[in-house]
């Protein structure tokens, strides 16, 4: 049997905070010029995809004189993700870069990363993160880009906490499956989950919990770890909310 030498090329896809109009070119920074005459190999009248937090474009290249792309089709809208959060108490970096990228893939409304009384004292580079995530979003096919806020105390960001919007809190000392949680999820528009750092929720964090509408969900026997407990927690409410 012969086989073919066709190749699927892979989609090219470049995030654009800034708005995207038929005709109206867009200058290209130096590293998406790189990225795309160099990594990519892409030549002036090439096709791309470009994007926002809005829209989708197929893209002429131009690589000669002004780099730039010329929006010519309008691909797609953006389809309006279930109002979730992801809130996670500061974990190692690593950890927490693959955390902001898996989740960013799966699709979330905003991501809170959390000072607890158990929870790595670090700095985070915010930047960094935004940065992985919109790489995460090109890759994923998304045209949603998560909120990535900065670093609060669990006590501040409770304090004035919308009750509109219910906590799943992730429990390793038990709770219900997460799976029970599909009757809860018909009755709320807003979500918000909470995972606990490496020590578990101390008895401190669980007191703010306790005026708040508050769901304790189980991920099962086992211990995970905190990025991939975001994981498996956000996929289960996305399923269940499908």
């Keep these: 049997m012969l086989k073919s030498s066709y190749k699927v090329m892979p989609k090219i896809r470049i995030y654009f905070e800034k ?7 867009i200058l290209l920074d130096s590293k998406q010029i790189h990225y795309l005459k160099n990594v990519m190999r892409k030549r002036t009248g090439d096709s791309i995809i470009a994007f926002n937090s809005n829209y989708e474009w197929e893209c002429k290249l131009d690589l000669n ?3 730039s792309i010329i929006p010519v089709n309008l691909l797609r809208k953006k389809i309006i993700l279930p109002d979730i959060w992801l809130c996670f108490a500061l974990i190692k970096i690593k950890n927490m870069n693959n955390l902001v990228e898996k989740i960013s893939e799966i699709g979330v409304k905003k991501i809170v990363p959390l000072f607890s ?3 790595s004292r670090i700095q985070i580079n915010i930047n960094r993160f935004k940065k992985i995530s919109i790489e995460a979003v090109e890759q994923s096919d998304s045209l949603s ?7 609060v105390s669990l006590p501040e960001l409770l304090e004035d906490w919308d009750n509109e919007r219910i906590i799943f809190l992730c429990d390793e ?8 949680a599909k009757k ?7 979500f918000a ?5 490496v020590g578990g929720w101390s008895f401190a964090d669980r007191e703010h919990f306790k005026d708040k509408k508050t769901y304790k969900i189980s991920l099962g026997k086992n211990i995970l770890k905190a990025d991939t407990a975001a ?3 956000l996929s289960c409410v996305r399923a269940l909310l499908e």
């Design 117 to 119: 009384e158990f929870s």
């Design 184 to 190: 809860i999820i018909k009755e709320y528009k807003k």
């Design 145 to 151: 880009l998560p909120e990535i806020s900065h670093p």
């Design 173 to 180: 000392t038990g709770g219900n499956q997460i799976l029970s």
């Design 19 to 25: 708005k995207i109009v038929k005709d109206h070119k």
């Design 231 to 233: 994981i498996y927690s």
């Design 65 to 67: 004189v002004e780099k």
């Design 193 to 197: 989950i909470f995972i606990g750092p």
